[in-house]
């Protein structure tokens, strides 16, 4: 069964420090890989998805993500973090099929230090 | 991007009334909804997946005759919450997809309190 794993629950960074939320996904194919944002009582905002092609792949708000296929790995990083980066990110998997249901990770709380 | 709405945004009722959320695509068609229920301080639970103009699929152990789910339009779903007990309060998040789409666009939720 697809799985996704977000294995940090609270992360705290220093503004203007580089961030790294890790995600690990369990799914037979190429998954399609997403990461959103949810701020406090909002929807979730997508900041970028990765189908296929180049690995490395480029958001919005500064944010990038690499798919690592060895390493089941879709982490999210931002080399300088923003006050305003504080928020709840979530990894999700598509399952692919024509359902395309989501499979959400747990989550990952970020605090930004002023 | 695509804009999906939710109304209300909020909404308090008596335990045992019936309440409606609507979930509308803005600017594109969607031919399937999904709507999720989040808990606080956790992540999206998947309820159903209702494409227009059929019935919804539920996940497992979801009620059916609780959670009413209505698709009616390339454009509308709605979640009818009948017989709102306090542990239906909530978080509710709807998203839409376009024909053929994988991307989900989500709604800005919808916090129910019953009281």
């Known amino acids: 069964a697809q799985s996704v794993t977000q294995p940090d629950i609270h992360i705290t960074v220093s503004e203007g420090a580089s961030l790294e939320l890790r995600c690990n996904y369990s799914?037979?194919?190429?998954?399609?890989l997403f990461w959103y944002v949810q701020s406090p009582g909002q929807g979730l905002q997508l900041l970028l998805k990765?189908?296929?092609?180049?690995?490395l792949v480029q958001g919005i708000k500064g944010f990038e993500a690499e798919f690592k296929r060895s390493q089941s790995s879709f982490n999210l990083r931002k080399p300088s973090v923003h006050w305003s980066d504080a928020a709840e990110y979530f990894c999700?998997?598509?399952?692919?099929?024509?359902?395309?249901?989501?499979?959400f990770g747990s989550g990952t709380r970020l605090l930004v230090r002023p | 991007g695509a804009v999906v709405s939710q109304h209300p945004s909020r909404v308090i009722c008596k335990s045992g009334t019936s309440v409606k959320i609507e979930c509308r695509s803005l600017?594109?068609?969607?031919?399937?909804m999904f709507w999720y229920r989040q808990f606080p301080k956790q992540s999206l639970m998947l309820m159903a997946t209702?494409?227009?103009?059929?019935?919804?699929?539920?996940e497992q152990g979801v009620e059916k005759d609780k959670f009413l789910i209505n698709h009616a339009s390339l454009t509308l779903s709605t979640l009818t919450v009948t017989s709102a007990h306090p542990e239906d309060s909530s978080f509710y998040i709807c998203?839409?997809?376009?024909?053929?789409?994988?991307?989900?666009?989500f709604g800005p939720g919808t916090r129910l309190t019953v009281l």
């Open positions: 998203s839409a997809t376009g024909q053929g789409a994988v991307e989900q666009f």
């Open positions: 799914y037979g194919a190429t998954p399609y």
């Open positions: 990765y189908f296929s092609g180049d690995t």
């Open positions: 999700a998997v598509g399952r692919g099929d024509s359902s395309y249901k989501l499979i």
């Open positions: 600017d594109f068609q969607a031919t399937t």
């Open positions: 209702s494409n227009e103009g059929s019935k919804a699929t539920y």
